[in-house]
């Protein structure tokens, strides 16, 4: 086969894709965090007195159908947005993770009854699986973030089993073990540290996916409490509005499309970074 | 050859096409629903009526202009003294569109299946109060047995939910009679895909109208009615063409509607329960009147309605919307927006802000009511302003959206303490289904034995003056006790092409009378 093109190794930083896309997460998730002590307007209060303002100097990206900023509601919902993806992503990989070395490391019946069992999972499509995890917990932001990063597990621990597989096949690994390594030392110092870089690329890629469908969830009423400033809801809440007001959820869901764009570019930019040479 | 044959199939496809009705003769008519079932007889859904109330004849019509009932399929009828026995003299000659004749063992049929308890009547069963039987006396006469008087009865069949079916239809059909429904009324029931459309095509032999339609026969050849559950897509269905009238439009776009010349927005005020939040008088700290009212003092409706409902329907003060016979206006002087006040009875209660936490807390125990909402109606929109605005006051709110079935199940269980509802009729009777102790829809939880007396007497009492006098007392006691927080009056805002005209609607003000409506290109 011929290779037309043999792709290089960069470090993340060298990258200026992955410095833009780091740079708006920064902005965001900075944002977000000093959202008390920057000096916004308040997200929830209503006002019949400036119901649908367009962007203008008091209020940069206007107001919303019962009159909120939604500067302030943007600012003040990236945390529930960017909050509820982060758990979501912890659950996934702290559940897919170890049930994909394990997996990868032991073998035989349990690899077999793992994967059937992660295989149950995938047939459901992510959302579906992650709407019936709702049903059952009830509906709040928590049971989003549980059920997003419960739907997103199964693919996790599906790629870290098959990375786990690949490294144990390493000369190395063989060689670890003639000195005597046992299972349990091999798959901590040595396949693990090896399994990090696709496994922090595949992550990047699934946080995208977490914030996407956990904004879903919230658009379809299934999360946050009414009238609390997330990006999935406010988004709802601006969609009938779309021709009087249309900034109440344009600037939401490009917060939310800019925020899973910039994801994506920085796992592309991890997986680069990684290559092996 | 083959050429021939493909230009002959080309042709035939353009003339059966040319062959159909004009766009003069038929209309689209968007609905907001799509409900499970469409059995008038079996079903509760308000927006089944809208295209069946042009498929049934009902025995008698509320002429909404006077107020009072009209022949239909019945020409006459006699009450006796007791109230108990209803005589109806039908009318002859009238012919279902299956060709069945229309007559007193029809009438008979009818009632029996309603009242079958294997239909499991959600809706025309409980219409028919304390209905007993029914007796054929002779082919074009019946008498209909209470036992008690009632005096709603005609209201309820002058209503789509006791339109008269065709025994024959509904003894081939069974349990599918709803995608196949045969009546007398001015439009044949064509076609029905659930979820997708109905369609009705004109009844070129209807002959018996009653007085309240202005035409003979139908004016036009087909009306389709399409489905548009999304309120968002209700105002740019209208405006691109694809529906010469659409009901519920929000009032964001009747706004926008009004302004532009190819349209007109028709609306019409609902008789009925206005909207209001139900509180549950059984569930601390809402127990207690005074947190209660303080919650209707801190409630700006007037707010809500310029906000949320652009003015587009009123204020509502009492349970009763007031376009309903027998509202009370003077529930208009009950609780006008008052903070201070609001404030004031919730400090003499004890709840005050002692941790300086922004929320009010009473031996330890914060102010935090829970709220649940249906998706419709605007509810989320008000709940939200509501939330925001008592937080100002110190009151925490925790919200849930739920479905109707999740409410019902939430207020039999007595889990909330504010659900929000509102429910059409054009009788007063309605009040009995929310504030009588063994209501469906006591979701105050009130067990108020004086009220439980007045609506079981007022749904017996004959005298219109006597009735009204009662129902006065009802919604006083209602607004007294602070039992429901009133939002608005409901107004269908229906949305209307130019080109339509003689669109005119039921005393219940949902259903269109679909025969005098003729469109223009």
Redesign the interface.
């Known amino acids: 086969m011929i290779k037309w093109y043999k792709p290089r190794r960069r470090p993340l930083l060298r990258q200026p894709v992955v410095l833009v896309a780091l740079g708006w997460l920064v902005l965001v998730g900075g944002a977000a965090l000093l959202a008390p002590w920057l000096a916004l307007g308040d997200p929830?209060?209503?006002s019949?007195e400036r119901?649908l303002l367009s962007p203008k100097a008091d209020f940069l990206l206007g107001t919303d159908?019962?009159?909120?900023d939604v500067l302030a509601r943007l600012v003040w919902g990236g945390r529930w947005t960017l909050g509820m993806g982060l758990v979501g992503l912890g659950l996934a990989v702290g559940l897919g993770l170890p049930v994909g070395l394990v997996s990868g490391t032991v073998g035989g019946w349990l690899d077999v009854v793992l994967m059937r069992m992660v295989d149950g999972m995938l047939a459901f499509p992510g959302l579906l699986l992650a709407m019936a995890t709702i049903a059952v917990l009830g509906?709040s932001i928590i049971s989003v973030a549980v059920a997003v990063g419960l739907a997103a597990a199964p693919a996790y621990a599906r790629v870290a089993r098959s990375a786990t597989r690949e490294v144990r096949a390493q000369p190395y690994v063989d060689a670890a073990r003639a000195i005597g390594s046992t299972e349990g030392h091999v798959m901590v110092r040595h396949v693990l540290p090896n399994v990090t870089a696709p496994l922090l690329a595949f992550a990047a890629t699934q946080l995208g996916w977490i914030l996407l469908n956990g904004a879903a969830l919230n658009f379809l009423?299934l999360g946050v409490?009414?009238?609390t400033p997330e990006w999935g809801a406010m988004l709802a809440?601006g969609?009938?509005?779309?021709?009087?007001g249309p900034w109440a959820s344009a600037f939401p869901g490009l917060a939310l499309t800019l925020t899973v764009l910039a994801v994506n570019l920085l796992a592309d930019g991890v997986q680069e970074a990684t290559r092996p040479r | 050859m083959n050429r021939i044959l493909a230009w002959c199939v080309l042709l035939s496809v353009v003339l059966i096409g040319c062959a159909g009705p004009s766009s003069e003769e038929r209309g689209v008519y968007g609905l907001t629903l799509a409900p499970s079932g469409i059995d008038p007889h079996v079903n509760a859904s308000s927006e089944l009526g809208i295209p069946l109330t042009s498929v049934y004849d009902t025995l008698v019509y509320l002429d909404p202009e006077t107020g009072e009932f009209v022949p239909g399929l019945a020409e006459r009828w006699d009450i006796s003294s007791d109230g108990l026995v209803h005589t109806f003299y039908l009318r002859r000659g009238v012919t279902f569109h299956d060709g069945t004749p229309f007559n007193a063992e029809a009438v008979r049929f009818n009632l029996a299946r309603i009242t079958s308890p294997d239909l499991a009547s959600q809706k025309a069963r409980f219409m028919l109060g304390p209905y007993e039987r029914v007796h054929v006396v002779d082919e074009y006469t019946v008498q209909i047995y209470l036992s008690e008087p009632f005096a709603p009865f005609l209201d309820t069949l002058s209503q789509v939910y006791l339109g008269m079916a065709s025994p024959a239809a509904v003894e081939q059909w069974g349990d599918e009679y709803q995608l196949h429904q045969v009546g007398s009324g001015p439009f044949v029931f064509a076609e029905y895909v659930p979820g997708d459309h109905i369609l009705l095509r004109r009844n070129p032999d209807y002959a018996w109208g009653p007085t309240v339609y202005r035409h003979e026969t139908a004016q036009l050849e087909e009306i389709e009615f399409r489905f548009f559950t999304d309120p968002a897509t209700r105002s740019p269905a209208l405006e691109t063409g694809e529906v010469d009238v659409m009901g519920e439009i929000p009032p964001q776009d009747a706004a926008r509607l009004k302004s532009n010349p190819d349209f007109r927005i028709e609306p019409v005020p609902i008789p009925g329960a206005s909207l209001m939040i139900f509180m549950n008088t059984e569930r601390p700290p809402l127990d207690d009147v005074r947190v209660r009212q303080a919650l209707l003092y801190a409630t700006d409706r007037q707010a809500i309605v310029s906000t949320v409902f652009r003015e587009s329907s009123p204020v509502a003060h009492g349970p009763l919307a007031a376009v309903t016979l027998g509202y009370e206006p003077a529930v208009e002087e009950f609780y006008p927006f008052d903070v201070e006040r609001a404030m004031a009875l919730l400090a003499e209660v004890g709840w005050s802000d002692t941790d300086g936490d922004g929320v009010r807390d009473r031996e330890g125990q914060p102010l935090a009511l829970d709220l649940y909402l249906m998706g419709w109606g605007h509810m989320p929109e008000v709940g939200q302003w509501l939330i925001s605005q008592w937080a100002e006051l110190g009151i925490a709110v925790n919200s849930q959206v739920v479905s109707y079935p999740e409410a019902l199940e939430v207020a039999a269980q007595g889990k909330h303490h504010l659900i929000p509802f509102n429910l059409s009729g054009s009788d007063p009777d309605i009040l009995r289904q929310f504030f009588h102790s063994q209501a469906e829809f006591n979701w105050s939880k009130i067990a108020d034995l004086e009220m439980d007396t007045w609506l079981e007497t007022a749904a017996r009492t004959l005298e219109r003056a006597d009735r009204v006098e009662l129902y006065s007392r009802v919604q006083l006691r209602v607004m007294d006790g602070a039992l429901v927080i009133p939002i608005r009056d409901y107004v269908n805002l229906n949305g209307v092409s130019n080109r339509v005209q003689g669109l005119g609607f039921d005393a219940q003000g949902w259903f269109p009378w679909l025969i005098d409506v003729t469109l223009s290109e």
């Open positions: 929830v209060v209503v019949a119901v159908m019962l009159g909120r509906r009423g409490e009414l009238g809440d969609r009938g509005y779309l021709r009087d």
